[in-house]
């Protein structure tokens, strides 16, 4: 168990586990950017750090900053919340490498579970039931079109290595 833990997120998510935290008898560091100053969060959590300007890629998307702020709080584990840094294998290489816990899945992971056609490539071996799919290199339209066809439309477009529903289109038929 851990005495302090800083929740590298906001709003609601950081609110629930700020709560789930408090709980467990877990001391909560939050952070927060010049724009979430006087947010929930920041009022609920034991400890606030000041991470940067407004701008996500200024503050939340700062591992660095937010590898710093954990340090200097005294938190032994980062807890991501989702989005922003929660399924960045690279922010996790850096929290460990700082002797710090991620409460999360492993880098390891996270990079096998990002790339979609490696993911259920995996989950295949494991036996784990899939929505079929066409997961291979080649990427003419003939060869698409059949692949298509094969599955059954409508069928949905996703980009190999997006999350969040980005990079998705649906086909509704061959034209």
Known sequence: MFARILIANRGEI???VIRTARKMGVRTVAVYS????????VAM????V??????VGESYL???KIVAAALAAGAEAIHPGYGF??????????VTAAGLVFIGPSAASIRAMGLKDAAKRLMEKAGVPVVPGYHGEAQEIVL????AREIGYPVLI???????GKGMRRVEHPD
């Not at 010049?34 to 969060?41: M, P, Q, T």
């Not at 959590?45 to 606030?48: L, S």
């Not at 698409?144 to 692949?147: I, V």
């Open 14 to 16: 950081a609110c629930r």
């Open 34 to 41: 010049d724009a979430d100053a006087k947010s929930l969060h």
């Open 45 to 48: 959590a034991d400890e606030a």
């Open 50 to 55: 000041h991470i940067g300007a407004s701008p």
């Open 62 to 64: 700062r591992g660095d």
């Open 85 to 94: 840094l929660s399924e960045n294998p690279d922010f996790v290489d850096q």
């Open 144 to 147: 698409l079109a059949s692949k």
């Open 158 to 164: 996703k980009a190999r290595a997006r999350g969040g």
